[in-house]
């Protein structure tokens, strides 16, 4: 925060710079990334660490990430939502009937897809603000309603089975296509690999062909994220709004439009993972986003939210989310047994959670 | 106990026409019934204090003021029109800023982010529109050190701050933005000797710039101190309003304690109630 013409006081020992930083929700995320980072520089084959190994595990890093970042602004404005693993099912449903089923153009299903997931996170919101029961209850509920669908609905647009294939071909040399599918920056890659500053297979090609569009989304959604937080009116009130409702509206915080703002965003993210994963794969299924709220929520907590509501951070969310691809991905470059990764989910999820209350206490010096 | 002459009283402000008038105001919560059928104005440049015991209904009333509840029965007008609060926020939209009795704070956020909660002040226009992060900070160490408290920095939490200190940022920022009312539901229960006297000199000063203060407190000097106007509320109705030298202290404190007399248990306290 900016302090600058405001006089220092003599009661306020000069704070080091580890003190300070150790205040920040995002700290213990990156802390994270270093530790992975560290574990498997040691060992991991060093293919790891190559663009390409980077890109190998920044993809489902990034497709756990956009939920997390979803999750995480939820959490920060003091709500949970369980059923954004099941909407990216429900959405990758809505978009491929949009696109197979009735054969609409991007410019029309995309938008379409994230108007219904908005739609639902919008009941969602409303159920829980006009009851008052606990976003988990509501949402948990919305869970296994979104599977549910997702499996009848592809029973009905596929006529008896729960997968719907033919995205591919449905939306082959649409215009909006490349900005949600395949990589992006193609002929940069070209002229790095020419150059030769970018590894190549044996024809020339380089070895990676771009960046995939899901890693921009994802370092978009993060940024963006965090400047709303940090730097607007709107991102002063989710995080009073999760810090305590009632003070937030006797204050003049709008909590009722914040949270189910926050409802929408978190199911549009949902849909945005479908709409890219559905486009990558060329089909969609009913096991799409499976267990994925869960991930989305621990990718958070790594990321220095409050299960309270009230305090976090999207840049955690995103390194939470990093951490996560590292390892599941990071594996296959060890010895080590695949079946450790929720070992270590349940260990990195505890760890978290513990430092995160001591964090808090530290910042509301809480007696 | 002396009339408490510290602060010159405007003139008799019953000629002005009220700011915000509540006429009937009934509250029911369920079965509940916390205020039965209360009348209550402001006019622009007075104090007027509501007094009363605990539960009275004090603080239901100023929250129907607030636009925190809805009254389940009566009309509230300002300036002579009939308003419909359906949030705090339309209320301090109209010019009604609360000091409420449980503050309205998040402890885990910064003071200055406290102090402009829902009112944020912008610079930058279009997508660029963004918090003006270093006004906020020092109009918040600003408006503290006018109220006689030093903050160690803007960015402290809330939660850090002592209870006292916490109750003046919310005064701070209540003052800050009662453009027309100011309501305060027991603003100086926490404060220090010093605080309390800069709490009772700002009521005084932002009267004098025509700022109607509805003021509610348990002590009677302070009330006395700075009252132009007091209404006594018990159980749920008005016992009535007695304008400024209409009373005696020993009277107001007789009503304040619900009508009950008091002087028995003063006298065996040595008359230090
Ligand atoms: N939300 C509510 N639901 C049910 N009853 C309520 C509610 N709010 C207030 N009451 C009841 O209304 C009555 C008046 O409460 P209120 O808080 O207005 O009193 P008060 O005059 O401010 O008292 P104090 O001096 O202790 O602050 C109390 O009996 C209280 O139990
Ligand atoms: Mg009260």
């Known amino acids: 925060m900016d302090t600058t013409g405001i006089i220092p006081d003599e009661r ?14 995002e700290l213990g995320a990156i802390a994270g990334v270093i530790l992975v980072t560290v574990f498997f520089a040691i060992t991991a084959d060093s293919s790891m660490f190559t663009l390409s190994g980077i890109m190998n595990f920044m993809t489902p890093a990034a497709q756990l990430g956009i939920l997390a970042i979803g999750a995480a602004m939820l959490m920060i404005g003091g709500e949970f939502d369980l059923s954004i693993g099941s909407m990216v099912a429900f959405a990758g449903l809505i978009f491929g009937a949009c696109t197979v089923t009735f054969g609409l153009p991007l410019i029309l299903a995309i938008p379409l897809t994230l108007a219904v997931a908005a739609g639902i996170g919008a009941v969602n919101g409303t159920i829980v603000l006009k009851t008052g029961l606990p976003s988990f209850i509501v949402t ?41 599918s395949g990589d992006a920056f193609g002929p940069l890659f070209l002229w790095l690999a020419e150059a030769g500053l970018v590894e190549t297979f044996k024809n020339g090609r380089p070895k990676i062909p771009g960046i995939p569009v899901e890693i921009l989304w994802f370092i978009g959604l993060a940024l963006v994220a965090t400047y709303v937080l940090l730097r607007t009116p709107q991102g002063n009130w ?31 993210c949902g ?27 621990i990718a958070a907590v790594i990321g220095g939210c409050l299960l309270t509501g009230g305090y976090g951070s999207a840049i955690g969310a995103f390194f939470g989310a990093i951490i996560f691809g590292m390892v599941t991905i990071g594996l296959t470059y060890t010895n080590f047994d695949q079946d450790w990764f929720q070992i270590f989910l349940g260990g990195m999820l505890l760890i978290a959670v513990l430092f995160n209350n001591y964090i808090r206490k530290q910042v509301t010096g809480e007696r | 106990m002396t009339h408490d002459t510290t602060f010159h009283h405007g003139d008799p402000v019953a000629q002005t026409q009220p700011i915000v008038e509540m006429r009937d105001i009934e509250k029911h919560f369920g079965n509940i019934i916390a205020l039965a059928g209360v009348s209550f104005d402001v006019r622009p440049g007075e104090c007027h204090c509501l007094l009363g015991d605990n539960g009275a209904g004090k603080s239901t009333f ?53 102090f402009f909660m829902g009112r944020e002040p912008t610079i930058g226009k279009g997508p660029l529109k963004r918090m003006d992060t270093a006004a906020m900070n020092e109009a918040a160490v600003e408006e503290m050190r006018k109220m006689g408290i030093n903050l160690r920095g803007p960015d402290q939490a809330v939660g850090t701050l002592s209870g006292g200190e916490r109750q003046t940022v919310a005064i701070a920022r209540a003052v800050f933005f009662g453009a027309r009312v100011l309501i305060l539901d027991e603003p100086t229960s926490a404060l220090g000797v010093r605080q309390t006297s800069n709490v009772l000199a700002t009521i005084d000063r932002v009267r004098k710039q025509g700022v109607g203060v509805v003021f509610i407190s348990h002590n009677v000097r302070h009330a006395l101190a700075v009252g132009d106007r007091f209404t006594v509320l018990n159980r749920g109705k008005t016992l009535g309003t007695a304008t400024r030298g209409e009373i005696t202290p020993e009277a107001l404190q007789d009503l304040m304690a619900g009508g009950q007399e008091i002087a028995q248990l003063e006298g065996s306290l040595g008359g230090t109630v």
């Open chain 2, 62 to 114: 100023i929250k129907t003021m607030s636009g925190v509840h809805k009254p389940t029965h009566g009309t509230i007008t300002i300036d002579g029109k009939p308003m419909d609060f359906s949030s705090p926020r339309d209320a301090m939209e109209a010019g009604i800023a609360t000091v409420f009795q449980d503050l309205a704070m998040i402890p885990l956020m910064s003071v200055a982010r406290n």
């Open chain 1, 140 to 180: 948990l509920a919305f869970l296994f309603v979104l599977r549910g669908a997702s499996l009848v609905g592809l029973k009905l647009a596929s006529g008896g089975s729960t997968q719907l294939r033919g995205v591919r071909d449905a939306v082959e040399g649409d215009w909006l296509a490349p900005f949600f």
């Open chain 1, 238 to 268: 989710v995080f009073a709004s999760g810090g305590d409702r009632t003070a937030a509206s006797n204050s003049g915080v709008p909590v009722r439009k914040v949270k189910i703002s926050l409802f929408m965003f978190a199911a549009m």
């Open chain 1, 271 to 297: 849909a945005l993972v479908a709409i890219i994963t559905v486009m990558d794969s060329g089909s969609t299924d009913a096991r799409r986003g499976f267990m994925k709220e869960f991930e989305a929520i």
């Open chain 1, 12 to 25: 306020l020992k000069r704070e080091g710079i580890g003190a300070r930083l150790i205040k920040r929700p």
